[in-house]
């Protein structure tokens, strides 16, 4: 299984960005995928997650109605739109992968991981 994250950059506050987690390796329909950050000093936290089947999707409260995670299986891609973004969104955001659901994603231990992409919220 291979996850490779993409996306990142810098923005200023207020700016937007899209992320982009694609798989390989893996029957990727059947998967949750869950994007998490890490930033200088901090521990890992998770971001966001998409279930496999329903699809249902998890957010961290501090992006809640600014982050919109979604997938697109033909293309074993998934999505993390951020908007709006804060200085205390700048880390290192990687994605990873669950059988199913998102139920590693709670306790920050999924399956298979990426290497991450830098976000940096800055003027």
């Known amino acids: 299984v291979q996850l490779q994250a993409s996306g990142g950059g810098l923005v200023q506050p207020g700016g937007s960005l899209r992320l982009s987690c694609q798989a390989s390796?893996?029957?990727?329909?059947?998967?949750?995928i869950g994007w998490f950050r890490q930033a200088p000093g901090k521990e890992r936290e998770g971001v966001s997650c998409i279930n496999s089947g329903d699809g249902g999707t998890y957010y961290e409260d501090s992006v809640k109605g600014r982050f919109t995670i979604s997938r697109d299986n033909a293309e074993n891609t998934v999505y993390l739109q951020m908007n709006n973004l804060k200085p205390v969104d700048t880390a290192v955001y990687s994605c990873?992968?669950?059988?199913?659901?998102?139920?590693?994603?709670?306790?920050?231990?999924?399956?298979?991981w990426g290497k991450g992409t830098l976000v940096t919220v800055s003027s």
């Open positions: 990873a992968t669950e059988l199913r659901l998102c139920s590693g994603w709670f306790y920050k231990d999924m399956d298979n």
């Open positions: 390796g893996l029957r990727f329909n059947n998967y949750a």
